[in-house]
T-cell receptor, first 117, second 107 residues
Framework: GAVVSQHPSRVICKSGTSVKIECRSL??????MFWYRQFPKQSLMLMAT?????????EQGVEKDKFLINHASLTLSTLTVTSAHPEDSSFYIC?????????????FGPGTRLTVL | RKEVEQDPGPFNVPEGATVAFNCTYSNSASQSFFWYRQDCRKEPKLLMS???SGNEDGRFTAQLNRASQYISLLIRDSKLSDSATYLCVLTGNQFYFGTGTSLTVIP
């Protein structure tokens, strides 16, 4: 099956620093990648949709200047949390859809747990 | 109104029981439907797609009712390992996630 990796799996940083999270589709080309955030005991919340070679589409309430998304290739998207604060501490999950075959199916990365001190 | 409504539970059932979850949606133009399973502190994993004709995978049966705009998931002969949160997902203009239904199977 399609495999999506994320790196790092866990990061702890000081308030005010920036953190970059990578999302890679390992064995397929992804038309679209999605970035989600999940707080404890809550559902996934879509942050942005990322298409290769174009600007990401952000959901309402998500600051595009704070959560920078770069989708440089069909297999890599990055999310940079700039000037992180404790309230940004969350579980960040990316997902990807296939370029061909079943484009509606999302394959999720294992997630990145961010803790901002 | 939310795009997707799902009973959060929790559902606590004994091993061997049959349990069913429903998920209602508001957009009749929704195109594809899925059930995902999410274990604690892990990413969602695709459990099965949902078709109007219904589909079955072992102990799991998924059904789509377009007229009433809901999807269902039935788990038969529950195992301890079925304990997880089950998310319904549908696509229209974008992906829409339910809030998840928590299931705990008790020995």
């Amino acid at each position: 099956g399609a495999v999506v990796s994320q790196h790092p799996s866990r990061v702890i940083c000081k308030s005010g620093t920036s953190v970059k999270i990578e999302c890679r589709s390992l064995d397929f080309q992804a038309t679209t990648m999605f970035w989600y955030r999940q707080f404890p005991k809550q559902s996934l919340m879509l942050m942005a949709t990322s298409n290769e070679g174009s600007k990401a589409t952000y959901e309402q309430g998500v600051e595009k200047d704070k959560f920078l998304i770069n989708h440089a290739s069909l297999t890599l998207s990055t999310l940079t949390v700039t000037s992180a604060h404790p309230e940004d501490s969350s579980f960040y999950i990316c997902s990807a859809t296939l370029s061909v075959g079943l484009p509606d199916t999302q394959y999720f990365g294992p997630g990145t747990r961010l803790t901002v001190l | 109104r939310k795009e997707v409504e799902q009973d959060p539970g929790p559902f606590n059932v004994p091993e061997g029981a049959t349990v069913a979850f429903n998920c209602t949606y508001s957009n009749s133009a929704s195109q594809s439907f899925f059930w995902y399973r999410q274990d604690c502190r892990k990413e969602p994993k695709l459990l099965m797609s949902v078709y109007s004709s219904g589909n079955e995978d072992g102990r799991f049966t998924a059904q789509l009712n377009r007229a009433s705009q809901y999807i269902s998931l039935l788990i038969r002969d529950s195992k301890l390992s079925d304990s997880a949160t089950y998310l319904c997902v549908l696509t229209g203009n974008q992906f829409y996630f339910g809030t998840g239904t928590s299931l705990t199977v008790i020995p």
